[in-house]
């Protein structure tokens, strides 16, 4: 079960501006299979991570007219479980701060996303280190 966006933040969607969204490689083939291409909407960043790309100040997903994301049902894992966030040196999951919906995050919500996004960061990490994003 995905964090429900538009619950959390019916009208700003901050996390779809100036994004810096990772991506893993099922991302990007989740994306592809829409008919997208990966050097349209992804560019390598330092550390041999993959981010979304940004477009007159939001992410290349992002409506502004809508406010809404043009891939929402195959949006980044990422983007799915935001704003919980794994504090690597604290080695747990919290709400981002950045993020103005997140004291609405109940510890509950919290915990049962958690996982995924331990195994998100895992996964991102691993794809950097050996050389295996996205683009």
Not at 29 to 45: E, F, M, P, W
Not at 61 to 80: L, M, V
Request: glycine content about 4%; proline content about 5%; charged content about 30%.
């Amino acid at each position: 079960m995905a964090i429900d966006c538009k619950r959390f933040c019916p009208e700003v969607r901050l996390c779809c501006q100036e994004t810096e969204m990772t991506i893993t490689r099922k991302d990007a083939k989740r994306i592809n299979a829409l008919g997208y291409s990966t050097s349209d909407y992804s560019h390598r960043v330092i550390g041999s991570f993959s981010e979304l790309k940004n477009v007159d100040g939001h992410c290349y997903f992002y409506d502004p007219a809508s406010k809404e994301c043009k891939i929402y049902e195959a949006r980044p894992e990422g983007c799915r479980w935001y704003p919980v966030v794994y504090h690597y040196t604290k080695r747990k999951c919290l709400g981002d701060d950045v993020c103005p919906a997140s004291p609405n995050l109940t510890r509950t919500e919290i915990r049962n996303v958690c996982h995924k996004v331990r195994r998100l960061v895992e996964e991102l990490r691993r794809e950097a280190a050996h050389g295996e994003s996205p683009c």
